[in-house]
């Protein structure tokens, strides 16, 4: 039995939650969002709350109960409040900067790396931080990881761009050679 997914999903006020033709619709301030669910999950909508039931018993249904919820409640989370990852970028001459909707950043390359955001993203750059925020979770980590992408981050200076809060973990690098 999943202990995430028995759990039930309290809906805010201003959220409207729609179940049908195999897919649920969240619809929020900060958006829609759509997504299919597997026919061996369940989906009620009772006095306020997401119910997320098994419709069959087996191995597989078992992992996509909690996964089901999980995807379910971050809809609802999306639309409400939305998601937001930052990432910051270290290095002499490297440069992030908004030029209408397009990131574009220098990174040590001969050419500026430009990055266009999909409909529901939104990327904000102050100072060295990038700040990519949107409804849709999957989304908005998706983005993030492509911006990290371009420059990852190096084990002996730390240049590069990581996730804030991310350790990096240091190599020491050559040491002097000695003379006998």
């Known amino acids: 039995m999943s202990r995430i997914g028995a759990q039930p999903i309290p809906i805010p006020a201003g ?13 929020g301030p900060k958006g829609t969002l759509t997504r299919t669910v597997v026919p061996e999950i369940g989906l009620a909508v009772d006095d306020g709350i997401v ?3 098994p419709r069959i018993t087996s191995r597989k249904t078992s992992a996509l109960w909690g996964l089901t919820r999980a995807l ?4 609802v989370r999306g639309v409400s409040s939305g998601f937001e990852k930052k990432l910051e970028f270290e290095g002499i001459g490297y440069r992030a900067a908004m ?8 990174l040590g390359f001969s050419h500026p790396v430009k990055i266009i955001p999909p409909d529901g993203i939104a990327l904000k750059v102050d100072r060295n931080v990038i700040t990519v925020s ?10 993030a990881a492509a911006i990290r992408a371009k420059k990852k981050p190096e084990p002996y200076k730390g240049k ?3 996730y804030q809060g991310e350790i990096i973990r240091r190599k020491a690098g050559k040491k002097g050679a000695t003379t006998a």
């Open 160 to 162: 590069g761009i990581r």
């Open 15 to 27: 959220i409207r939650v729609e179940i049908g033709d195999g897919a649920v619709t969240v619809t």
């Open 99 to 106: 030029e209408g909707t397009t990131l574009v950043m220098q």
């Open 51 to 53: 119910i997320v039931s």
């Open 72 to 75: 379910v409640a971050n809809m």
């Open 134 to 143: 949107g409804a849709d979770n999957e989304a908005v980590g998706i983005m």
